[in-house]
T-cell receptor, first 113, second 114 residues
Framework: QKEVEQDPGPLSVPEGAIVSLNCTYSNSAFQYFMWYRQYSRKGPELLMYTYSSGNKEDGRFTAQVDKSSKYISLFIRDSQPSDSATYLC?????????????FGQGTELSVKP | SAVISQKPSRDICQRGTSLTIQCQVDSQVTMMFWYRQQPGQSLTLIATANQGSEATYESGFVIDKFPISRPNLTFSTLTVSNMSPEDSSIYLCSGGGAGPTAQYFGPGTRLLVL
């Protein structure tokens, strides 16, 4: 079993839709949770970063972490064609773990105008 | 945040040869990492580049195949040695802090081995 599982999609939605992207994980030591966005032929860029459980909102994006279920989500409201990209969840353990990130497989999202 | 650049951006190489990829960060970072991303796959950590000492390799990756240097806090190189077609991939450099801050990625080097 992989430490981090993510549905690779592809996911296709119409413009304006609410998008829900999810990851599950098995390692209860994970405390830091990130979402990266990767456009075609580019490196991943950090989108959202959350510590422990709870919600974090940034504009149209909301990240949720449920540590009891080992489940994290990224919601995109009013999705735009410019949101079309691959979204990767990533997570790591405590502060002194050397910053090693474990990534999900990535979900390819396409927002149609 | 940190801005990371990589050279070359892409290359086509013959099997049996070696390629060195350079990674430059615009500010000093505590940690630097090298990842591989194969088509349709997630990022796999190759190694942590340690300043002034030998890199720390992940399971399945060895120094003879992927020698890494990190002479200072802003620069690192990854060499892919004795290449085979199975080494065709995107190689990504990443930098960040040792604390809870996230990592930032370079644009990647797209390698095709014939």
């Amino acid at each position: 079993q992989k430490e981090v599982e993510q549905d690779p999609g592809p996911l296709s939605v119409p413009e304006g839709a609410i998008v829900s992207l999810n990851c599950t994980y098995s390692n209860s030591a994970f405390q830091y949770f990130m979402w990266y966005r990767q456009y075609s032929r580019k490196g991943p860029e950090l989108l959202m970063y959350t510590y422990s459980s709870g919600n974090k909102e940034d504009g149209r994006f909301t990240a949720q972490v449920d540590k009891s279920s080992k489940y994290i989500s990224l919601f995109i409201r009013d999705s735009q064609p410019s949101d079309s990209a691959t979204y990767l969840c990533a997570m790591k353990s405590g502060r002194n773990q050397g910053g090693k990130l474990i990534f999900g497989q990535g979900t390819e999202l396409s927002v149609k105008p | 945040s940190a801005v990371i650049s990589q050279k070359p951006s892409r290359d086509i190489c013959q099997r049996g040869t070696s390629l060195t990829i350079q990674c430059q960060v615009d500010s000093q970072v505590t940690m630097m990492f090298w990842y591989r991303q194969q088509p349709g796959q997630s990022l796999t950590l190759i190694a942590t580049a340690n300043q002034g000492s030998e890199a720390t390799y992940e399971s399945g990756f060895v120094i003879d195949k992927f020698p890494i240097s990190r002479p200072n806090l802003t620069f690192s190189t990854l060499t892919v040695s004795n290449m085979s077609p199975e080494d065709s991939s995107i190689y990504l450099c990443s930098g960040g802090g040792a604390g809870p801050t996230a990592q930032y990625f370079g644009p990647g080097t797209r390698l095709l081995v014939l």
